[in-house]
């Protein structure tokens, strides 16, 4: 069974930053991304990293979040600095899983940047 779970949400103020971390299990997984979702939008792109390290950002987060992977670890993180209160959404870990050939979603983990 895939399971994806986030951690590291919080409050915090505009310009610090804040450090997500997602653990994933049950298949290896390929692309491992981050996507954001506030009251009454579609969720949007952030960030996505391959298996192989390649990294690609939405341009309202690049030069200020870096996503990672531990592929021994099955772990995706996303470090956010210099965020700003338009950041301030619930935060989701997508992956796709190799042995189930889909993409599952995590339960999500809210950030709120006060300004």
């Known amino acids: 069974q895939v399971q994806l779970v986030e951690s590291g949400g919080g409050r915090v103020q505009a310009g610090g930053s804040l450090r997500l971390s997602c653990a994933a299990s049950g298949s290896p997984f390929t692309i491992m991304a981050w996507y954001r979702q506030t009251p009454g939008k579609q969720r949007e792109f952030v960030a996505r990293?391959?298996?192989?390290?390649?990294?690609t950002y939405a341009d309202s987060v690049k030069d200020r979040f870096t996503i990672s992977r531990d592929n021994a670890k099955n772990t995706v993180s996303l470090q956010m600095n210099s965020v700003k209160p338009e950041d301030t959404a619930v935060y989701y870990c997508n992956a796709y899983a190799v042995l189930w050939r889909r993409e599952y979603w995590g339960q999500g983990t809210q950030v709120t940047v006060s300004s």
């Open positions: 990293i391959t298996g192989d390290g390649i990294t």
